[in-house]
């Protein structure tokens, strides 16, 4: 079966929200991240080129169609088409409270960034946080490049969209961290064992509709202290940073 102009057409209406809404999918493309998500996420369809094919033979329930590469092109929502282009279904939004109290996650607050919120993901899933909390105006995560810039970490990381007031309302004996500059320097601060990690957007930080249920205020250090130096981090860089603490004192 070839990649037909009605599909080709479906995967580039994907490219806008209210269409990923509509009919609860998002495309992701390249080898790779298209194998990761294979493995958790439930998938509509793959479109590849005939030379890699038998690459993904062994899906037997996934509708494969073959494509040529101006095909795949006209698709893509990439500079450089891939072999692979695949159209997956957004897995739902469930977690429990025993998920959250036993480990740490990540809460975010108004990331505008694709990139940023990609990174992000990459970055929890490497050090093995599962659950990523979002403020409703945060970037989509199922936007096409938001997907791509997660490098396949999404179909390990379950990411949610919330209320973070009602959210944290009902997370209130749980410690909950965020980056200050009248913070508490973070090499010499004590860490629980669970809890969340409030990171902020990338001009204004945590917005104090946020800040007021941050109970351990941190404050990550340059050096050496007196040394001029940029005015702050870049978001992905200082969440990094803070995860790569907490679990080396785990």
Not at 88 to 104: C, E, I, M, R, T
Not at 167 to 185: A, I, M, Q
Not at 199 to 228: C, D, H, Q, T
């Amino acid at each position: 079966m070839a990649l037909s102009k009605n599909k080709i057409k479906y995967i580039q209406s994907l490219k806008d929200k209210k269409h990923r809404l509509e009919y609860g999918t998002f495309v992701a493309e390249g080898e790779k991240l298209v194998f990761d998500l294979l493995q958790s996420c439930r998938c509509q369809f793959i479109a590849v080129l005939p030379e890699v094919l038998s690459k993904f033979s062994n899906f037997k329930d996934v509708e494969i169609v073959t494509a040529s590469e101006e095909e795949l092109k006209r698709a893509s929502f990439l500079k450089t088409s891939s072999s692979v282009i695949g159209v997956f279904y957004q897995p739902g939004s469930n977690f429990s409270a025993g998920d959250l109290k036993n480990d740490v996650h990540l809460v975010l607050d108004g990331i505008q960034d694709p990139g940023n919120l990609g990174t992000i993901v990459r970055i929890a899933d490497w050090f093995g946080i599962e659950h990523v909390f979002c403020s409703r105006d945060t970037v989509d995560i199922y936007l096409p490049k938001t997907v791509q810039s997660t490098m396949g970490a999404l179909s390990r990381v379950k990411v949610h969209y919330v209320d973070l007031d009602v959210f944290f309302k009902s997370t209130l004996d749980l410690p909950v961290y965020g980056t200050f500059l009248d913070g508490e320097n973070i090499y010499e601060a004590k860490f629980s064992v669970n809890g969340f990690i409030v990171m902020g957007n990338e001009g204004s930080g945590i917005r104090p509709s946020v800040e007021k249920w941050v109970n351990r205020r941190l404050f990550i250090p340059n050096y050496p202290a007196l040394r001029s130096t940029s005015e702050s981090l870049n978001v992905a860089a200082a969440t990094a940073i803070v995860c790569s603490e907490f679990r080396r004192r785990q």
